[in-house]
């Protein structure tokens, strides 16, 4: 058998407001003498109040149910005068205002049906949209999952066969010093490949510490120099900050994640008459900020540069800027870009002061 349904406390309590403030307006009404017009008249406009309550709560048969409670209430005399057929010109006031309290609770019973029907439409919604989301969710993460596993059995299958072959070839009986020198060179290839992997999948902010801005556009362009000097690019650096502002974050991470702007806008630029990479450093909105520009070509895709394995050039791994990214991530900030046929330009943000 089908239990019956027990009211919650919500519809416990709004019944029992209901129930005790028209006892206690009753109490007053026939107790107050009648000639108090103005108190007379503030309980009729009680009855509204409870009325349009019960209404809110209960809906349509809720306000007229109590709309018919309080007119019996209010003027049980017209109901009587009506029913038994004595009906005179001096019940017509109470008639009218019985009226009015019925039409009050069947309007705001009615609106009140409505609104119930639209939340109960917009509830609906919302929980299609949370699973419709949380659906995507999940689609995206097995994408990204079968993205990461490609680009990671590409990384390592190119080196495997490498030094397959040169394995095969030892075997064989050929002890050529080069093919020593290529297995080296694979297994230091491959080596490389997992040290920046397990980098993108585990940095933290380490080692953080204040850091003087100007020392560090310095460093990043004597790094970069030799690069930039043997493809023929000029390396700029243009500081707008005051003389020893320092920003507070690791060191190393931030040099490696900037430096990686600087090396890929070299790459950008290389072939480009009087090609020219600017590391500008600023301050904007609380944030310091480092902006790498370059006059090359632009990019043509710019959504999908931050995807691990993602890249471009043929002796690329695709993650120095997912690794960029994040290093810029736990420090508060976030990397944009913006592409043009005149260029590109990265800025690095980087929020103020996390000690």
Avoid: W
Avoid at 81 to 93: E, K
Avoid at 310 to 321: A, C, E, H, N, S
């Amino acid at each position: 058998m089908e239990s019956k349904r027990t009211p919650d406390k919500d519809t416990l309590l709004s019944i029992g407001i209901i129930v005790l403030s028209t006892a206690v307006v009753t109490y007053f009404h026939y107790s107050v003498p009648g000639h108090f017009n103005a108190v007379h008249l503030a309980h009729y406009y009680i009855f509204y109040i409870i009325v349009i309550y019960a209404a809110f709560k209960f809906g349509f048969k809720g306000g007229v149910i109590v709309a018919a409670v309080m007119t019996v209430i209010y003027s049980p005399n017209a109901y009587i005068g009506v029913l038994s057929g004595h009906f005179g010109h001096h019940h017509v006031p109470s008639l009218v205002e019985i009226s009015m309290i019925y039409a009050v609770g069947i309007v705001s019973g009615y609106f009140s049906g409505k609104l119930k029907d639209e939340k109960r439409k917009v509830e609906k919604m919302s929980a299609e949209k949370l699973l419709l989301e949380k659906k995507m969710a999940h689609d995206d993460r097995l994408r990204s999952l079968g993205q990461l596993s490609a680009g990671i059995a590409h990384e390592i299958r190119n080196p495997l066969a490498a030094i397959k072959s040169g394995i095969a070839m030892i075997k064989s009986g050929k002890n050529d010093p080069m093919i020593t020198d290529i297995l080296e060179s694979e297994i230091e290839r491959l080596n490389s490949f997992v040290d920046r992997f397990l980098q993108y999948a585990r940095f933290g902010n380490n080692d953080p510490c204040d850091i003087p801005v100007g020392s560090f556009l310095m460093e990043i362009a004597e790094l970069s120099k030799l690069t930039a000097s043997r493809r023929d690019v000029e390396v700029r650096v243009e500081n707008t900050l005051p003389q020893g502002f320092t920003v507070f974050g690791d060191k190393n991470s931030l040099k490696q994640a900037v430096l990686n702007l600087v090396l890929n806008g070299i790459d950008a630029v290389e072939g480009v008459p009087e090609g020219r990479v600017t590391l500008c450093a600023g301050h904007e909105n609380g944030r310091t900020y480092f902006s790498v520009a370059d006059n090359g070509h632009g990019m043509d895709n710019t959504d999908r540069i931050f995807e691990p394995f993602y890249t471009t050039k043929d002796d690329g791994t695709g993650l120095g800027l997912p690794i960029a990214g994040k290093i810029a991530l736990a420090h508060g900030g976030e990397i944009s870009v913006k592409s043009g046929k005149d260029g590109t330009v990265f800025t690095m943000y980087i929020q103020d002061r996390q000690k």
